[in-house]
């Protein structure tokens, strides 16, 4: 039973490797990696791992580069710290470009009305400056239909100071915090989670 799984799993893998539609322009070898994980065309299957599909061009070679300075306490991570190592700027502006052009395929999750009630008001009032339409958009990236586990384990990271964030956006973390508790965090998980 798991073998047959397996051989289906990795000829549907094959096949998003070697489809020329949806690598155009892009090296497979750059991008192959990404979406075995990231899912097709960067948009996530998986809960705890991020869409990147529709990201913010700079905002993703940033992100590598400080994947690369993992050692340094720069973008802590799971594996994308080894991962970035294997590539240079120019591979990053190329697969960055590649998953700009992508649409973001958001999933169904379940989530709580009254939670996101809850955390349309916070992100409204603390982060629709940089994470603007809903998070859908914005510099900062989206957040908007990511998954809840991946969006949890962010904002621990952040508010726990294990993640390096902005100054705005740590001001206005500390700040919706200590004035709705910490349950603020998990209603704009469920706002957020909400979006397709």
């Known amino acids: 039973m798991h073998t047959k799984a397996l ?12 489809s020329p539609t949806i690598w155009a322009d892009v090296p497979p070898i ?57 590539y ?30 809850k955390g349309a008001r916070f992100h409204k009032k603390y982060c629709e400056k940089c994470h603007e339409d809903g998070g859908r958009e914005g510099e900062s990236g989206i957040l908007a239909g990511q998954w809840m586990p991946y969006l949890q384990f962010s904002l621990a990271d952040f508010h726990a ?7 705005k956006m740590r001001r206005r973390l500390k700040k919706m915090v200590k004035k709705h508790g910490k349950d603020s965090l998990e209603d704009i998980v469920h706002f957020y989670g909400s979006k397709r």
Not at 31 to 43: F, K, L, N, T, W
Not at 45 to 58: H, L, Q, R, V, Y
Request: neutral net charge.
């Open 7 to 18: 051989k289906y799993l990795l000829l549907a893998l094959t096949g998003l490797v070697l």
């Open 30 to 86: 750059l991008v192959a990696p990404c979406i075995s994980c990231h899912g097709p065309g960067g948009s996530s299957m998986g809960p705890a791992t991020p869409s990147i599909a529709a990201m913010d061009k700079d905002l993703f070679v940033e992100m590598m580069e400080e994947y690369q300075e993992e050692e340094k306490g720069k973008g802590p991570s799971t594996i994308m710290g080894r991962i970035a190592k294997a």
């Open 88 to 117: 240079s700027e120019k591979d990053f502006e190329v697969m960055a470009k590649y998953f700009a052009n992508q649409e973001l395929i958001r999933r169904h999750q379940i989530t709580d009305p009254l939670k996101v009630k």
């Open 161 to 167: 100071g294990k993640r390096e964030m902005g100054k």
